[in-house]
C-alpha cells in the first residue's frame, strides 16, 4: 500500500512539473500570422513603381531566439501565412535592397522587420504589409 502512495506522489509530482512549465512562442498552437509582401521599387532617390510581389522569402523568428526559426516563399499575388503558432512574441522580416546613404545597411541588403504578438488562442493577425525596398 505504501509503494502504491509513493508512485502516486511521484507521478503526480512529474505531472505537475511538467504542467507548470511556461509556454514558449512557436509551433503547435492554433493561431495564425499572414500578410502581404510589398515592393517600393526605387531609381537612385525616388519610387518608380510598387507591386506585391510573389516567390520572395519571408522569414519568422519565435520568441527571443537570435536565428530564424522558419521561412516561407510569398505566393505569386504577395500573400503569405505562417499558421499553427502559440501565444508569443514574433519577429518576421525579408529582405531588400539598400537606398543610398542608408546607414542601417550593410553588403546592399537590408533588412525588413515587423514585430508581431500573439496574445490569444486561434488568434489571425493580420500585419498587412511587409513593406521592402528593390533598386531598379
Not at 493561431?31 to 515592393?39: C, D, E, H, Q, W
Not at 505562417?82 to 541588403?109: A, I, Q, R, V
Request: hydrophobic share 40%; proline share 1%.
Amino acid at each position: 500500500m505504501k509503494r502504491i502512495i509513493a508512485v502516486s506522489i511521484f507521478s503526480l509530482s512529474i505531472f505537475f512539473s511538467f504542467s507548470s512549465c511556461k509556454k514558449t512562442a512557436g509551433i503547435g498552437g492554433t493561431s495564425t500570422i499572414k500578410g502581404k509582401l510589398f515592393v517600393a521599387e526605387y531609381n537612385i532617390l525616388d519610387i518608380q513603381d510598387s507591386f506585391y510581389v510573389g516567390k520572395e522569402d519571408i522569414y519568422i523568428i519565435y520568441g527571443d531566439n537570435e536565428y530564424f526559426d522558419d521561412k516561407i516563399e510569398s505566393s505569386y499575388d504577395g500573400t503569405f501565412e505562417f499558421p499553427y503558432l502559440k501565444k508569443g512574441k514574433y519577429t518576421l522580416f525579408s529582405y531588400g535592397e539598400c537606398l543610398p546613404n542608408d546607414s542601417l545597411c550593410f553588403g546592399g541588403k537590408k533588412a525588413f522587420v515587423k514585430e508581431v504578438v500573439i496574445t490569444e488562442n486561434k488568434q489571425i493577425v493580420d500585419i498587412g504589409d511587409l513593406r521592402i525596398v528593390w533598386l531598379q
